[in-house]
């Protein structure tokens, strides 16, 4: 009976140490901080150019590699990323949104690489090719310049819109500031995200109001902010980083993010080239990391992804399929 009951001890000792070894070699197969001095990393950029050059500084100063970046409109930077596809001049992505990075994936301009960190990221918020990962996200909002409002509808009561469809409101006729969907991701996603949670013969009728209310078609969602800013505009359609980010210096804003809102992202795709791949899948790791996505609070005014679970997946901008149909109904309202 002693001899058993020895065996069993033994047996248990040898399952703990088994236990024990299997995760050390785990955690022993977390690579070391790679030295990439002499590597150089080319970035396209859809993002604040503040915050694309906080976004590489970090990176340079954990992997000692230099870089450039040229920021460009989303759907610029889509046709010079597929007008280069058989010469890519650039390594990174960084996509204002997600519709930006499917529509990369599906023309083959952005190459597979599942992360090790990419459990970080809720399925929602990646590719199922495993092409693009996002690394925040930012729900679209309106951006009100109460003043200015006040100024221009001069004795009118002052409505205060809710809703986007509150913006179809005639008195906004000529106050309201849009981003251009033909060039603004923003746009884009914004009537796309319209024409999902209302239907094409619904979002006709909406966008068709707006549109006719609208007083300047802006290239970026965040030239917009800007233009309400001035008080040139007193309403605008923009992402809600964007206006945080300029809610800072501004004490006039009156922001409005309705309850059935779209959320996008800003995400990362690495471009299919032969070279530059290992600083590039590094650089995917890097900007999903626990410790980067803790930093992004210091600089960014976008949610980051590890943190943003307060969304619906009904409402994540998403119509990639129907892009042609959409952009059609917009340019015809």
């Known amino acids: 009976m002693k001899f058993k009951n020895k065996n069993i001890i033994i047996i248990l000792i040898i399952i703990s140490i088994?236990?024990?070894?299997s995760f050390y070699l785990k955690n022993s197969k977390k690579k070391s901080v790679e030295d990439f001095s002499g590597e150089?990393?080319?970035?396209?950029?859809?993002?604040?150019g503040e915050e694309t050059k906080a976004i590489l500084e970090l990176f340079k100063q954990k992997y000692n590699c230099s870089y450039e970046y040229i920021q460009l409109p989303t759907q610029e930077a889509i046709a010079r990323i597929k007008d280069e596809k058989d010469s890519?001049?650039?390594?990174?992505?960084?996509?204002?949104?997600?519709?930006?990075?499917?529509?990369?994936a599906k023309s083959n301009a952005i190459k597979k690489y599942i992360s090790e960190n990419d459990e970080n990221v809720p399925d929602a918020f990646k590719g199922k090719d495993g092409k693009w990962i996002a690394f925040e996200a930012h729900p679209l909002s309106i951006v009100i310049n109460k003043k200015a409002l006040e100024?221009?509808?001069?004795?009118?009561?002052?409505?205060?819109?809710?809703?986007f469809k509150d913006l179809t409101n005639p008195k906004y006729k000529g106050k309201i500031a849009m981003p251009n969907p033909l060039t603004s991701g923003t746009g884009y996603s914004f009537i796309s995200y319209l024409d999902r949670l209302l239907g094409d013969d619904e979002y006709r009728k909406v966008i068709s109001k707006i549109r006719d209310n609208t007083g300047i078609l802006s290239t970026r969602g965040y030239n917009v902010v800007q233009n309400v800013a001035s008080?040139?505009?007193?309403?605008?359609?923009?992402?809600?980083?964007?206006i945080k980010f300029m809610e800072k210096t501004i004490s006039d804003f009156i922001v409005i993010t309705p309850k059935d809102?779209?959320?996008?992202?800003?995400?990362?795709?690495?471009?299919?080239?032969?070279?530059?791949t290992k600083v590039a899948d590094e650089f995917v790791d890097f900007i999903i990391s626990n410790n980067f996505q803790e930093k992004l609070k210091e600089f960014s005014t976008s949610i980051p992804i590890i943190k943003y679970n307060d969304y619906e997946d009904k409402y994540l901008i998403q119509n990639l399929d129907n892009k042609e149909s959409v952009i059609k109904i917009w340019e015809n309202s």
């Open 261 to 276: 809102t779209g959320v996008d992202i800003h995400g990362v795709g690495i471009i299919n080239k032969a070279t530059n």
């Open 88 to 104: 890519p001049k650039a390594d990174v992505f960084l996509s204002g949104t997600g519709e930006g990075l499917k529509d990369l």
């Open 18 to 21: 088994v236990i024990l070894v």
């Open 40 to 48: 150089h990393l080319v970035v396209y950029s859809c993002l604040r």
């Open 151 to 163: 100024n221009q509808l001069g004795n009118e009561k002052t409505p205060i819109p809710t809703n």
């Open 231 to 242: 008080g040139e505009y007193p309403i605008g359609i923009s992402y809600l980083n964007n």
